[in-house]
């Protein structure tokens, strides 16, 4: 059965730090893991895809990384501003439905 | 840009009652699903639905949810008769194919409240 798990639960930094957020997964036959975010009482927004075949993708200050052999992935998240505190998701696609992790809770400190 | 609405965004009802949160699913979308959070905890797979049948569905999903796509536009999520547990934030999502080739895009949710 597969099981995400995310580390740390919560994380706070001063503003203009760059960080990462850790994700990791027993099965590594996924199709995708897809970060996402998600502000309190709100919905998810995908922040990023990777597809298997694929070790990384970029959008702005955002970088996600997939190591599907081991399990992992990260998201590195450059020059944090206090407008990044959310919590953030990994999820990983098999079989046509996707498995969430617990999430990161990320405080930007201004 | 397309996305995914869903209605009504915060729904409060009384246990045993029955609720139909409704979806309005992007355009030329094929595959739904519905998901849903309970306070705390993760996001958590119910149903996939695709060519008016559903096409796998979760351990939570028994038989006090339904879902249907009662015309071409809509998709719903129908709760027989509430229980307090079922309180949580219900995500709906649509993919143009399986999520295993394409990604799915996320409503907003709807907060179910049961009293």
């Known amino acids: 059965k597969q099981e995400v798990t995310q580390i740390p639960a919560a994380l706070s930094v001063p503003e203009g730090e760059n960080l990462v957020l850790n994700c990791s997964f027993t099965d590594s036959a996924i199709y995708n893991l897809q970060w996402f975010r998600q502000d309190p009482g709100k919905g998810l927004t995908s922040l990023l895809l990777i597809q298997s075949s694929q070790r990384e993708q970029t959008s702005g200050r955002l970088n996600a990384s997939l190591d599907k052999s081991s399990g992992r992935s990260t998201l590195y998240i450059a020059a944090s501003q206090p407008g990044d505190s959310a919590t953030y998701l990994c999820a990983v696609d098999r079989d046509d439905k996707i498995i969430f992790g617990k999430g990161t809770r990320l405080h930007i400190l201004p | 840009e397309p996305e995914v609405t869903q209605t009504p965004s915060h729904q409060v009802t009384q246990m045993g009652q029955e609720v139909i949160l409704r979806c309005v699913p992007i355009s030329n979308h094929l595959y739904f699903y519905w998901y849903r959070q309970i306070l705390g905890q993760k996001v958590e797979f119910l149903v996939s639905f695709y060519n008016n049948e559903i096409s796998e569905k979760s351990e939570i999903f028994d038989d006090q949810f339904s879902v249907e796509r009662p015309d071409g536009s809509n998709f719903t999520l129908k709760i027989r008769s509430t229980k307090l547990e079922d309180s949580a934030m219900y995500f709906c999502?649509?993919?143009?194919?399986?999520?295993?080739?394409?990604?799915?895009?996320f409503g907003q949710g709807t907060r179910l409240t049961v009293v």
């Open positions: 999502a649509s993919s143009t194919q399986g999520t295993e080739n394409t990604e799915a895009f």
